[in-house]
C-alpha cells in the first residue's frame, strides 16, 4: 500500500500514514526523505519496533551515528536511551529530568548531527511533550533589518553533556562556532541557528550587545507561531531535521516513568552560512 503524508494543523510536520517503519521499500524511503526536507518533522503512529528495527528504519535519512554512553537498558552503541529510570539511584538514559530549554542537538560539535527518530515506550500520564520549532520559518519571519545584521555572523556554541537548562553551561566543556543562519544543502533555504540552552555569544561583538541579539532571536523563534508541540503516545516516532528545528520538552513527574530510545542520524558536512 502507498503511504500517504499528511501535513500536520501546525507550523511545521506532517505525518506518515499506512508505514510499517519495519518494513520500508525504496520508494518509501524516497518519499519519507522527500517529506523529512519538506516538512522539517514527520510524526508516524503505532510503531513498536525493536533497537535494531529503529536503527534500520533511521537508515531512511543518512548515515547512522553513535551514542555517547550505551545504556543498560538498550546496550547497543547507536541506540540513545533518554529516560528517568533509576536502578541504585543510577540513571539507565541520558537527558533523565524533566524540563529542557530550545536546543539543536550536538551543535557544539564541527559536524551536528542531521536528524534523530525519537520512538515512545513509557510516558508520563501529564507533561513530557516535545516542542519543535520552525527555524526556517523564524528566519523567515526576521525583520529585514535583522537579517541583515546576521549576514557573515558566526556564534559560538556550549555544551555540557546532560545540561537542560543555559545556567548549566560549562565554559571548558566542548564548544563549536557556527553560522547564526545555515542554509540546507537539499533545499536552499535558510535556517535560524541559535539556541537558547546552547548557543553562548556571537563572534566579534559587543557582549551585551550579543546577549541581547541571541535574546531577541530565540524569543522571536520560540514564539508558539512557530512551535508544534508533541504529546507522546506509546509507539508514536517523531523524526526531525536538526538543521531546520529545533525543539524542547516540557517538565514532567519524577515519580513517573518515561523510557524513549532514539537513533540519531549524521550529516555529510558541517553547517554552511
Ligand atoms: C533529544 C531530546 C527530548 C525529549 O532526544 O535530543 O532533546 O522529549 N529529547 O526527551
Ligand atoms: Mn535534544
Redesign the pocket.
Given at each position: 500500500m502507498a503511504i500517504t503524508v499528511k501535513p500536520l494543523d501546525a507550523p511545521l510536520g506532517a505525518e506518515i500514514i499506512g508505514l510499517d517503519a519495519r518494513n520500508i521499500t525504496p520508494e518509501d524511503s524516497k518519499t519519507i526523505f522527500d517529506a523529512f526536507l519538506k516538512h522539517h518533522i514527520l510524526v508516524l503512529h503505532d510503531q513498536h519496533l525493536t533497537d535494531a528495527e529503529l536503527v534500520e528504519f533511521g537508515k531512511c535519512l543518512g548515515p547512522i551515528e553513535k551514542s555517547r554512553f550505551i545504556s543498560p537498558l538498550s546496550g547497543r552503541d547507536d541506540i540513545?536511551v533518554?529516560s528517568n529510570i533509576r536502578e541504585d539511584g543510577k540513571p539507565m538514559g541520558q537527558?533523565p529530568d524533566g524540563e529542557?530549554s530550545f536546543?539543536f542537538?550536538r551543535i557544539h560539535q564541527k559536524q551536528p548531527c542531521r536528524a534523530?527518530a525519537?520512538m515512545a515506550i513509557e510516558i508520563p500520564k501529564e507533561g513530557?511533550d516535545?516542542l519543535f520549532s520552525n527555524m526556517v520559518l523564524a528566519y523567515a519571519t526576521l525583520p529585514e533589518e535583522t537579517k541583515q545584521k546576521l549576514v557573515g555572523k558566526t556564534a559560538l556554541n556550549r555544551f555540557t553533556y546532560g545540561a537542560t537548562a543555559p545556567d548549566m553551561r560549562d565554559n571548558a566543556g566542548p564548544q563549536c562556532v557556527h553560522p547564526v543562519a545555515r542554509t540546507i544543502p537539499q533545499t536552499g533555504e535558510k535556517s535560524l541557528y541559535v539556541c537558547r540552552l546552547m548557543t553562548d555569544h556571537i563572534e566579534g561583538m559587543d557582549p551585551d550587545e550579543s546577549r541581547k541579539l541571541i535574546d531577541e532571536l530565540c524569543d522571536h523563534a520560540e514564539d508558539p507561531r512557530f512551535v508544534y508541540a508533541h504529546q507522546w503516545k506509546v509507539g508514536d516516532i517523531v523524526v526531525w531535521d536538526n538543521r531546520a528545528t529545533m525543539?524542547a520538552?516540557t517538565d514532567f513527574s519524577e515519580t513517573e516513568r518515561r523510557l524513549?530510545k532514539?537513533v540519531t542520524i549524521g550529516d555529510d558536512q558541517p553547517p554552511i552560512p
Open positions: 540513545m533518554i537527558l529542557m536546543h542537538d534523530a525519537l513530557g516535545t525543539h520538552r524513549m532514539r
